[in-house]
């Protein structure tokens, strides 16, 4: 596992496209960071709507961070299993001494090596402001944790989308289309509809809330770490990892 881990993360970062998508990543997230002092230093009154800073600049990049993610992971995963297939390299993968979980978690942690990079630089940008102004490191800290679950869960569906295709085109249009899906329904957690079925009234926002991870990780984002948000994440990420599983077991027996 381990070094399929260390194979898989090389790949990447040998990649030009995985290097294009860290600048950009970066680049995208640098400027709403440098947006967001702007607008506090032209317009203080502001931070009477937010907790601080920390809420305003801190969790408000780690927001538009995930949006960047939807697009990016996608890319990321899609070569993940997609592109062994294609080559026949996958046969000689599975020809190794790894068992068909080992093979999935080793990709899925070179994956997650890489993103935590692009993690860790994002993290710095809120926390130079500790030079100039106190901050909330309760808040920073929470969403960060909740930015990383993000990537974790965002991963694990691609490293799956990947494992059920032999075009990395094709399994990066199926990852986005997932993440665009639970994008979709933590949208619908903002609107005030509570339909009523048989005499029962469901609080629609609440269960959109509760089953996107976006959802999950915007209770993060407000400073409040909760175990359920933990747990949601977990289970999230075992089970997409669980289903590439069966499906790269399946390549092995078929």
Not at 22 to 41: I, P, Y
Request: charged share 10%; hydrophobic share 60%.
């Amino acid at each position: 596992m381990t070094a399929i881990a260390r194979l898989e993360c090389a790949r990447l970062f040998a990649s030009p496209l995985a290097w294009v998508l860290l600048g950009a990543t970066q680049l995208l997230a640098g400027l709403l960071f440098v947006m967001s002092l702007t607008d506090v230093a032209l317009n203080p009154d502001h931070l009477n709507a937010y907790d601080g800073v920390s809420e305003l600049v801190g969790a408000g990049l780690f927001r538009f961070v995930t949006l960047i993610l939807l697009l990016v992971v996608p890319l990321l995963t899609m070569r993940a299993f997609a592109e062994e297939r294609k080559t026949g390299t996958l046969e000689l993968l599975l020809a190794a001494p790894a068992s068909a979980t080992e093979i999935v978690l080793g990709k899925f942690i070179g994956v997650m090596l890489y993103l935590s990079l692009s993690w860790a630089l994002i993290a710095l940008m809120p926390l130079t402001l500790l030079i100039f102004t106190p901050l909330d490191l309760g808040v920073i800290a929470a969403g960060l944790i909740g930015l990383w679950l993000v990537m974790a869960s965002f991963a694990a569906i691609g490293v799956f989308a990947s494992a059920l295709t032999h075009e990395p085109t094709l399994a990066a249009v199926l990852s986005l289309a997932g993440l665009m899906l639970l994008w979709l329904i933590y949208a619908v957690a903002s609107l005030d509809w509570q339909p009523t079925l048989w005499g029962w009234s469901i609080a629609l926002g609440s269960l959109a809330r509760g089953v996107s991870p976006i959802g999950h990780a915007d209770t993060l984002l407000r400073g409040i770490v909760a175990s359920g948000d933990i747990a949601y994440f977990l289970i999230f990420v075992a089970a997409f990892l669980g289903l590439a599983v069966v499906r790269v077991d399946a390549d092995r027996r078929g």
